[in-house]
């Protein structure tokens, strides 16, 4: 079991890690283990948001994990908000691979996610605040974009964007 705090910026994330271990029947896998992410909100309950955070944690980490090596058991990654200043998302999915190297869970390669904001004028910025979120929303042309890298070959394995790049 592995556990993390991560603070980046303004935002501060809890994640542990238990695992590989006993699985629940109708998630076992008879060729690897089953990943399973939760996610929990500073406040309030679960809703969509936080069930699309789940599954992008999940599939970037699954990536990652060699769960081939114990079949028929589960990794279950617990993320609780503390506090959201901005890159929420990028900061769990950090948090659940330092998390995931103390449980010393097998691991393919390592991940690091990075959020950044692109405005309509060509401005980048990274690890944007809620504000700078909330300008980037409002202007026409201008995206948020979420990646994640592995730490082999840097290759981005998995992304998600709202808005238009060009």
């Known amino acids: 079991d592995g556990s993390c705090m991560l603070s980046s910026g303004d935002t501060t994330v809890v994640c542990a890690v238990y695992g590989p271990g006993e699985v629940k029947p109708s998630k076992e896998l008879i060729h690897k283990a089953c990943v399973d992410v939760v996610y929990r909100s500073r406040v309030g309950n679960a809703g969509i948001e936080d069930r699309k955070q789940e599954i992008f944690i999940e599939k970037s980490c699954s990536s990652a994990i060699l ?7 589960a990794v279950t990654v617990n993320i ?5 200043g901005g890159g929420l998302v990028a900061a769990c999915v950090n948090a659940t691979c330092l998390a995931l190297l103390d449980a010393g869970v097998p691991m393919r390669f390592l991940i690091a996610c990075i959020h950044c904001v692109v ?3 060509g401005t980048v910025t990274l690890d944007p605040s809620l504000k700078q979120q ?10 948020t974009l979420l990646f994640t890298f592995e730490s082999r070959t840097r290759a981005v394995i998995s992304s998600h964007t709202e808005g238009k790049v060009t």
């Not at 909330?134 to 995206?143: F, I, P």
């Open 134 to 143: 909330a300008k980037a929303r409002q202007q026409n042309g201008s995206a």
């Open 80 to 84: 609780q908000e503390m506090h959201n």
């Open 119 to 121: 405005l309509a004028d």
């Open 67 to 73: 769960s081939v090596l114990h079949p028929r058991t």
